[in-house]
């Protein structure tokens, strides 16, 4: 008897094993990573076609400056063009400074820098309504170091698309 069942729980294993689901080939993203436009990879009006279309995301400042230089301009201009292209999409600017100075100075500098970009974009035919403003001072550097190279990277004002 013992043979007999061994033998038929044998042959069920074989057969449950045999009629499993193979993987597919292909396997589709996740619903909402899905592009629109599977050409460039990114939906138009969509963050990552933002990032891909426009100079550069973030602009940087002098040492305790607001002031956008010829260069924070023509970067603030190639993203005025792109959401002029998309007059429906909101964002926000982020202001950020180096490790240097207060919390308190640095959290103004960062809102007076994030400020700086709102007030470039708004003139350049965007709508102020769509634009948002955060300084998160001194807190995210995106270069850790105590010298002049991260301290460069770590003072400026980031546009990011909401949605």
């Known amino acids: 008897m013992a043979k007999l069942t061994t033998a038929?729980?044998?042959?069920t294993t074989l057969v449950v094993a045999g009629?499993?689901?193979k993987p597919p080939a292909y396997i589709p993203p996740a619903p909402g990573n899905v592009p629109a436009n599977p050409?460039?990879?990114f939906a138009p009006g969509s963050r990552g076609d933002f990032?891909?279309?426009v100079t550069s995301n973030t602009v940087n400042f002098a040492l305790d400056s607001?002031?956008?230089e010829e260069r924070?301009?023509?970067i603030l201009d190639s993203q005025a063009t792109w959401l002029t292209r998309y007059p429906n999409v909101p964002v926000s600017l982020e202001g950020h400074c180096d490790e240097r100075g207060t919390r308190e100075y640095n959290l103004a500098l960062g809102d007076r820098r994030a400020l700086a970009a709102k007030n470039y974009l708004a003139a350049r035919g965007v709508a102020p309504g769509r634009i948002s403003t955060i300084s998160y001072g001194k807190e995210r550097p995106i270069a850790l170091g105590s010298d002049e190279a991260s301290w460069a990277q770590n003072r400026r004002a980031v546009t990011i698309v909401l949605n």
């Not at 038929?8 to 042959?11: F, K, N, P």
């Open 8 to 11: 038929l729980l044998l042959a």
């Open 19 to 21: 009629c499993a689901k």
């Open 39 to 41: 050409g460039n990879g």
């Open 51 to 53: 990032e891909r279309s």
């Open 66 to 68: 607001f002031t956008l």
């Open 72 to 74: 924070a301009r023509a």
